[in-house]
Each structure stands twice: as C-alpha cells, then as structure tokens.
C-alpha cells in the first residue's frame, strides 16, 4: 500500500476548507422500511440530523460508505445530481415513491479520489460520472437525519474481493477529510443474518449468536481493539452466523479507520430486528 499522510492527501482538496473535526457516524440501516416507518430507529436518526448546526458544525458533505454498493475496486460517486437507488424488492410503494435528491459534490469528489489510494494497487480511486447514485443503504438514514436535502452526498464503494484489514485502511485515508467539514457515515450492521429472520421478533430478542457476536464486537470497539476490530472472521462459526456475507459488516471498519484511538464510542440503537438483524449504531465525537 502507498503510505501517505493526512496533510500530503489534504493538499490537493481546495473545494473543502479547514473546520473543526467532524464526528464520525456508523448506523445500522436494518430493514429498508425504518426509512418511513415511526420507530425508534428513524426518530434517533431525525434526533442525530438536528444536532448538526448546534452541537457539531453543519457539515459541508457527506461521505458515505454503505453495506450496497460492491464494485471491482473502489469508487466514487462523482456527479452532480445523483439518483435515488430502490435497490430491494417486495416492499410497499410508498417506499419505492422515496426520492432523496442530495446534490452531488463532483469537484470534491475528483480532489478525494486523487488523496486516496486503493490498498491493493496504490491507484487512486476511480470516479462513478452516471452509474450509481444513492442506495438505500445511505438515503434510508441520512433523509431522516438531514429532510431538506442540502448537504451535498457522495458515496465511496467497496471491494469485497479485499480483505477486511484494507478496508480498515482505506478508512485511515478518511480521516483527515472530518477537519474539511466532512461527515463520514457509515451505513450497514453489526449482525446481519436475513436467512435466520423471525418476523415479529421484540427489539430486546435475539439469537445467541447474534448476542454474542454483536457485544464482542462492541467490546473491541469499546477497548480500541481495532487489530481484533479487522479480525472478526477469527470468531469462526459465531462470525460465519452473523454474517453469511459480510458487506454489512464491512462500512463499520471504514468507521472506525476514521477516528483516532482517544476518542470513545458511544452507543446507541442497541435492540435487534427480526432477531438477526443489530442495530446498533456508534458515533464518535
């Protein structure tokens, strides 16, 4: 991997200007009806959006690293009005009626793909100009959190063909982008088993697995253990269980690669869906 600091990747990024350091965000998005539905989970996200401009600076965009975006190497969203994505099936019109029309930041994007280097190849990272846009992975959380739409958004993708220890590394790469008024989100889940869902499950229910593997993790979290953080497949069958695929698991080491070991995670939205299925969410501020 090509070793580069925070200020060397900063110095070509003259769209973004200094701020104060930016939280970092990693939510767990569940089901993509808590988009519309009044649950607990979409009013934590309307609470967090609210905090923005009071508590912490208004950012000045979002990067948003989501579970549903796998590509061949990695990728930014690069144009200027990306699309609303309703990429899932079987669920309500209503959902599918969802339109989040954050504008683009393709000046942005083109500086941080340049800052950026993919772990396996040292290249930048390649710029998406109309393919993708939003999927639900990013707009299901960020219309809650942000209704007005007017924060500019880009989406960086993941290689799932890498392992988990370079995608901690590109999150490295990020973090110097939080002191540019950048908000790094990260959007997937902690545990996310859909072959294992018991509809109609309580928030407070769920697999032993799903208990256990969910407050291991939270455990590294909590200690800084973020060299068992990049490990997680080491847990064997627990591992194999919470996730039979591992793209939600993924947007959390993005997350993490992001903050500096001193600051402290602090936890939120820590029930279940459908028994399988954690929410729970950090934030580091």
């Not at 032993?208 to 253990?225: I, M, R």
Request: charged content about 15%.
């Amino acid at each position: 991997m090509t070793n580069h600091s925070d200020a060397n990747a900063l110095g070509s990024i003259q769209a973004l200007k200094q701020t104060a350091r930016m939280p970092v965000i990693f939510l767990g998005h569940g089901s993509p009806m808590n988009a519309i539905e009044d649950n607990e989970y979409r009013r934590s996200w309307q609470l967090l959006g609210e905090k923005f401009g009071v508590q912490w600076p208004k950012p000045k965009l979002i990067l948003c690293v989501s579970a549903h975006w796998l590509t061949n190497g990695w990728w930014l969203t690069a144009m200027a009005q990306p699309k609303t994505i309703h990429d899932f099936g079987g669920f309500p019109p209503a959902l599918f009626d969802q339109q989040y029309l954050a504008p683009g930041f393709p000046l942005a994007a083109q500086e941080i793909s340049r800052s950026l280097r993919q772990a396996n190849s040292g290249k930048p990272v390649s710029l998406d100009m109309q393919d993708w846009g939003l999927d639900h992975g990013a707009w299901s959380v960020l219309k809650p959190m942000f209704p007005q739409a007017d924060i500019p958004v880009i989406q960086l993708s993941m290689d799932y063909s890498r392992p988990p220890t370079e995608h901690y590394a590109l999150g490295q790469q990020l973090k110097g982008l939080r002191e540019r008024g950048v908000l790094i989100v990260g959007s997937g889940n902690i545990v996310h088993n859909l072959r294992t869902l018991q509809m109609g499950a309580a928030p407070d229910q769920a697999y032993d697995w799903a208990l256990e593997f969910d407050q291991t993790v939270a455990g590294y979290l909590q200690s800084g253990n973020l060299t068992a953080l990049q490990d997680f497949q080491s847990l064997g069958a627990v591992a194999k269980q919470a996730h039979p695929t591992h793209e939600h698991f993924l947007p959390l080491l993005y997350a993490a690669g992001a903050v500096d070991a001193s600051e402290e995670p602090q936890f939120f939205n820590t029930s279940y869906q459908a028994a399988s299925i954690s929410m729970r969410s950090v934030i580091w501020a």
